[in-house]
């Protein structure tokens, strides 16, 4: 298997912009995961999918965040619109059960300037 | 909820030599515990794991251990390595309402193996 797939892995622009990251988990993993990263608040989890349904979406920081998974291979994590404080490295992470390995993606760097 | 602290931020250590990162967790319901261990530019890979039904585990140079009891466990790694330098991570799993279940990560410590 390929792993987690996040793409795009670095986006730059500009506040006020929309953003859109997308992640396809490893296939067969029921559950998904996004998180944020920064230096100033670690690793952070924003919300989490099983059968891509929304679970747990405490989180996410506001109403400018909106994630979708539409079908089991496909997840989006938007932004809208963004803030400079919204610039950390976003991470996409399947699992097969809830209490399981979490398969983190490598990542997408987004700089809002 | 739950809440894990990480110590130390930073640990320098001789090839050859072992190096021990600690964490404590909070929440008693708590009973998952993974260790990810994270390259520059790179996610988080899980290099071991243990239950709460477990008190020890252990994996060639790499090894866990849990203390309920005292709501804590730790990372050893021997024989350290170069290739051993990355920030590592420790996380608790911690339940919530509606049988909900998310991982709570420690700050992370970055390990440097000097050569």
């Known amino acids: 298997d390929a792993g987690v797939i996040q793409s795009p892995r670095h986006e730059v622009t500009e506040m006020g912009q929309e953003v859109t990251l997308r992640c396809k988990p490893i296939?067969?993993?029921?559950?998904l995961f996004w998180y944020r990263q920064t230096m100033m608040r670690g690793l952070e989890l924003l919300i989490y999918f099983n059968n891509n349904v929304p679970i747990d979406d405490s989180g996410m920081p506001e109403d400018r965040f909106s994630a979708k998974m539409p079908n089991a291979s496909f997840s989006t994590l938007k932004i809208q619109p963004s803030e400079p404080r919204d610039s950390a490295v976003y991470f996409c992470?399947?699992?097969?059960?809830?209490?399981?390995?979490?398969?983190f993606g490598p990542g997408t760097r987004l700089t809002v300037l | 909820g739950e809440n894990v602290e990480q110590h130390p931020s930073t640990l320098s250590v001789q090839e050859g030599d072992s190096a021990v990162i600690k964490c404590t967790y909070s929440?008693?319901?708590?009973?998952?515990f993974p260790w990810y261990k994270q390259e520059l530019g790179k996610g988080p890979q899980l290099i071991i794991d243990?239950?709460?039904n477990v008190g020890e585990k252990k994996d060639q140079r790499i090894a866990v251990t849990l203390n309920k009891t005292a709501k804590h466990f730790s990372l050893h790694i021997t024989e350290t390595q170069p290739e051993d330098s990355a920030v590592y991570f420790c996380?608790?799993?911690?339940w919530g309402g509606g049988a909900t279940n998310k991982l709570i990560f420690g700050t992370g410590t970055l390990l440097a193996v000097q050569p």
């Open positions: 996380a608790a799993n911690s």
């Open positions: 296939s067969g993993h029921d559950y």
């Open positions: 992470a399947s699992s097969l059960s809830i209490v399981d390995t979490q398969y």
């Open positions: 243990i239950r709460s």
């Open positions: 929440d008693s319901a708590s009973n998952y």
